[in-house]
């Protein structure tokens, strides 16, 4: 019997049309036999975190139910990312798209030399955290609930800007 798993998605990107970007991605991974996509978060207007001289930000994360073990899960959003980076690769710096794998389920921790989980800094990251606490707010991540973090991150500047269900299909 194939096992099913949740996994949480957080997914960015900061040039071109990032919102449309983010569900061409979605719909690439609901498409895929082996992956359906079960939530799906409000998308945020973020300010940009590390490198502060770029454009701001949309992120957004997503519930996925998957057949996928968690390294095989990393290959396909990379392989979709580097599909889509692919097609518009005349920019460089600030990304189209940006897809990490957050979160698995039953996998408190786990490393290997291509994945780290939970996604490293995550627990500092309020782009990652808010939009994670719409759709899994009981996720525990390091012992404490994603609603927690959420509530300890520092989410100045985040600015909600599509919260309609619909926001991934096509327009
Ligand atoms: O994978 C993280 C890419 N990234 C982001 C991001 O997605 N959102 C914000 N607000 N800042 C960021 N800095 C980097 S790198």
New binding site residues.
Partial sequence: MICSRKAWL?L?G?IGDPIAAMGQALRALDNRDDISVSAISPVYN??????VDQP??Y?ACAELVTELEPEALLTVCLNIELEMKRERRERWGP?II?I?VLAYEGIDRFESPSLILPHPRMTERA?VLVPLADIAPNLKIEGMSVLHWAALADNTGMTKARDDAGWWSVQ
């Fill in positions: 957080g960015g900061n973020t300010p940009p975190w590390g490198k701001s930000f992120n990304r940006d990490d782009f």
